[in-house]
């Protein structure tokens, strides 16, 4: 190591609070990190101006079987409740999961991870899925938007008909129950309860004995489904008065009461947050200051005297599930999982004494985002995340991974790091925060094995050397899109999913026409020409598309190529099955476009009628071992 090296392995090493001094970014230009930011950060840590750090949180991530020596001895207790003393060193056949080693004077509490080594992850794996963004899918039964029935059809449709194996669906966390409604699905109120507007409100519990007073309600939600962008608010107003209809007929059912005893105190929590937003508005650090934590006797108090509206919510819960789990019956899912949550959501007002509320996590700039990108999501504090054990990153992977078979964890670098920046501040006076990525590798292991379920990461942008590797032996598949690699998909590494794009990025026909390009020139965003020739190019060349192609012939051939590859999973968008020119988001706008809001210009009958979409599934399916 020369002293360059020597210089720059210093400056991205963290401080005591896991802030690093420097980052390369996305050309490998060398970026320090300005005192004023780093003091910033600090006080987002509630670190006050200390140099020292905060105290050794206790976590001992731990293999099965691995030994480790005690200093003293303590009390040990098992996951299920269970205790036993130790007194020289652990038992080394510890169960996986979690555990507490308690010293005998109470002094020190340490979280055991006893960890499988790897996710889960079948030996012969390789298959094909669509990616779908299940509000845009809709059909003739739909109220303006996809549904979970909606998607339990098209499942089971593409399974049958197609030899579809998966989807990869966008998050389908719980947005704030109120008007206006957030589109993005990547901001959601909650990672662990579910998004209403999915509903399919026909075949709810207790729908079909008041049929004849939905009717009216049925046929303005399905009216909403000529307009070619997804209505969320109108939905939103439809589907409520329907479902306060049938929830004031509802009289408790056995598995309500279950569900409900299953998701315990979290859920109540939850509903009586829902109950407070539409009493207190949108903001949670607006309400009045008794109600701004979650372990007030003003919460208790007001959830006492909300009893009916927060069950509810706590039904609605409930019928999201037993639908999505339908779903979820006919073909394994494989749910997007967000970087983060809303700052007014409900997991930030139940996880706030673990948030750093005053910066927001986001990227900075790289070829195609030349100013970076500030996401508004707060990130969890590193050291009181760990003093927890760990709590809202398990719960949030276990409520994810009920029904789902698979996680695309967006943005996979964050479990080593994340790009901070300050509130008022733009990405470039942004710095990188540490995480303890074994920690939380070994988390995700038992989470993914206990579901037996695949994860995928998605490890695109900036990727600090010795990522992948890491990743790549616990299991993690990489994710590869066609549009960024240099090499033939036959070179794509097999521990990986394949795509040719993402729902931030380009369709093949919108980049084959020029309109994606065009669009962008359009909203003054100053688009890389240059990249965008260059991946055109790319795909002409090794596809053999001449330049009067059509976009269909273009997405058949970039198909071709793609079903080539050695991957473990491959997937097509819908998007890219039906020709659409526009991608579902284009990062760096808000009001420019309807960002999250395009509905395929199909519905879900003549997709499954379809010739072109039928040629693509042939296409991926002779070749993805299916």
């Known amino acids: 190591m020369d002293a360059t090296e020597n210089l720059t392995a210093s400056a991205s090493a963290p401080d ?355 100013h970076g990108q500030n996401w508004g999501l707060p990130p969890f504090i590193p050291h009181l995340l760990r003093d927890s054990g760990y709590e809202p990153f398990k719960l949030s992977l276990r409520a994810m991974l009920r029904h789902a078979r698979g996680l695309r964890i967006d943005h996979v670098m964050g479990l080593f790091r994340l790009f901070w920046i300050p509130r008022a501040g733009g990405p470039q006076s942004g710095g990188y925060v540490r995480y303890k990525a074994d920690e939380l590798l070994a988390i995700l292991a038992i989470e993914s094995q206990r579901a037996k379920a695949i994860v995928v990461g998605e490890d695109l942008g900036t990727v600090e050397r010795g990522v992948r590797p890491r990743l790549r032996r616990h299991g993690v598949l990489s994710y590869r899109l066609f549009w960024f690699e240099q090499v033939a998909p036959e070179q794509y590494p097999e521990q990986s999913m394949a795509a040719l794009t993402t729902h931030d990025l380009f369709t093949v026909a919108g980049l084959w026409s020029g309109k994606d390009f065009a669009m962008q020139e359009k909203l003054g965003l100053h688009p890389n020409a240059s990249e965008t020739k260059a991946i055109r190019r790319k795909l002409s060349h090794r596809a053999g598309l001449s330049e009067i192609a059509s976009p269909r012939e273009a997405i058949q051939r970039a198909h071709h190529l793609l079903a080539r590859t050695p991957c473990r999973l491959i997937t097509a968008t819908l998007e890219d099955a039906l020709a659409v020119e526009e991608r579902p988001n284009l990062p760096g706008t808000t009001t420019q476009r309807p960002n999250w809001s395009i509905a395929l210009p199909k519905p879900l009958e003549k997709i499954q009628k379809d010739p072109f979409v039928r040629q693509l599934a042939t296409v991926m399916k002779r070749t993805a071992g299916s």
């Open 16 to 370: 005591a609070w896991g802030i690093v001094k420097g980052y390369a970014d996305a050309q490998n230009h060398w970026r320090r990190v300005s005192r004023q930011t780093i003091t910033k950060l600090r006080q987002a840590m509630r670190a006050g101006g200390g140099e020292a750090g905060p105290g050794a949180s206790q976590v001992w991530a731990l293999a099965a079987g691995q030994i480790r020596r005690l200093s003293q001895s303590a009390e040990l207790t098992l996951e299920d409740g269970s205790k036993q003393r130790v007194k020289t060193a652990l038992p080394r056949d510890l169960p996986i999961g979690y555990h507490r080693l308690t010293n005998d004077d109470n002094s020190a509490v340490t979280h055991l991870i006893i960890h499988p080594g790897r996710c889960y992850l079948p030996e012969n794996l390789q298959e094909w899925g669509w990616a779908v963004q299940l509000y845009s899918l809709r059909s003739g039964r739909s109220w303006g938007g996809g549904e979970f029935s909606d998607l339990r059809r098209f499942a089971r449709w593409s399974g049958r008909t197609l030899g579809v194996r998966f989807l990869l669906l966008n998050p389908i966390g719980a947005p704030l129950p109120m008007s206006p409604i957030e589109a993005s699905p990547y901001r959601p109120s909650s990672r662990l309860f579910l998004n209403p507007l999915y509903l399919s409100v026909e075949e709810v519990r207790g729908a079909a004995e008041i049929n004849l007073s939905l009717g009216k309600l049925a046929a303005a939600g399905r009216a909403l489904n000529e307009d070619p962008h997804i209505n969320r608010d109108a939905i939103f107003r439809l589907k409520w008065m329907a479902l306060e209809r049938i929830h004031a007929r509802f009289q408790g059912h056995r598995a309500h009461d279950l569900f409900c005893a299953q998701h315990g105190e979290t859920l109540q929590q939850f509903a009586a947050f829902c109950v407070l937003a539409e009493h207190y508005g949108k903001s949670w650090r607006q309400w009045p200051a008794r109600f701004r934590h979650p372990a007030t006797a003003a919460v208790h108090e007001f959830a006492a005297l909300h009893r009916r509206r927060i069950r509810f919510h706590t039904w609605l819960q409930w019928q999201l599930d037993e639908q999505f789990a339908r779903a979820g019956r006919e073909m394994p899912m494989i749910l997007d999982v967000p970087v983060g949550v809303s700052a007014d959501g409900f997991d930030a007002w139940f996880w706030q004494d673990m948030l750093a509320l005053d910066v927001s996590v986001g990227a900075p700039p790289d070829a195609f985002n030349a």
